[in-house]
């Protein structure tokens, strides 16, 4: 069964949050091991300055790349990646899993976004959309469409 993780800076702090992604968890059961990583926000000033910035990037950056599994597919969710449709999520699922790869971790970075270096480690570099989001929607809207992805794969009627 394939691993699909989510890796995402912050915790959600919502309830309402909290249930949609507890929904789409309990969804995803059936079709790959879900499971979401966590890893700590670095703190900033009101006003950051830009040398601020980057090491905030870089401190959390090493907190997301020591939870990258070695061998996985890496999809990280940035500004500058590609817009793709529902059905090209899940080619890339499916895809990532014919090609005998058994995980995919998904990249959230925080609200400055992501390093470098975990940019350099993704093969897809994705975006929601040329909008803005706050990040707990983000990983709302990134779950559904891993469930939505599954669902066009095997037909499911979810996706119409």
């Known amino acids: 069964m394939l691993n699909?993780?989510?890796?995402?800076?912050?915790?959600?702090?919502?309830?309402?949050?909290?249930?949609?992604?507890?929904?789409?968890?309990?969804?995803?059961?059936?079709?790959?091991?879900?499971?979401?990583?966590?890893?700590?926000?670095e703190k900033l000033s009101d006003n950051p300055s830009d040398a601020e910035i980057s090491n905030t990037l870089e401190k959390e950056g090493q907190r997301i790349i020591k939870n990258i599994g070695k061998s996985a597919a890496v999809a990280a969710l940035c500004i500058e990646g590609k817009i793709i449709s529902s059905e090209e999520l899940a080619g890339f699922?499916?895809?990532?899993?014919?090609?005998?790869?058994?995980?995919?971790?998904?990249?959230?970075?925080?609200?400055?976004?992501?390093?470098?270096?975990?940019?350099?480690?993704?093969?897809l570099k994705l975006s929601m959309s040329r909008m803005t989001f706050p990040h707990q929607l983000a990983r709302v809207m990134l779950c559904e469409q891993i469930y939505r992805g599954f669902q066009i794969s095997t037909g499911g009627k979810y996706h119409k």
């Open 4 to 41: 699909v993780n989510i890796i995402c800076v912050g915790k959600l702090k919502e309830k309402y949050w909290t249930m949609a992604v507890a929904e789409y968890e309990k969804r995803l059961k059936g079709y790959c091991k879900f499971k979401i990583t966590e890893v700590n926000e």
């Open 93 to 123: 699922i499916d895809k990532t899993a014919l090609g005998g790869v058994s995980e995919i971790d998904f990249i959230i970075g925080g609200s400055w976004g992501l390093s470098k270096q975990v940019k350099d480690m993704a093969g």
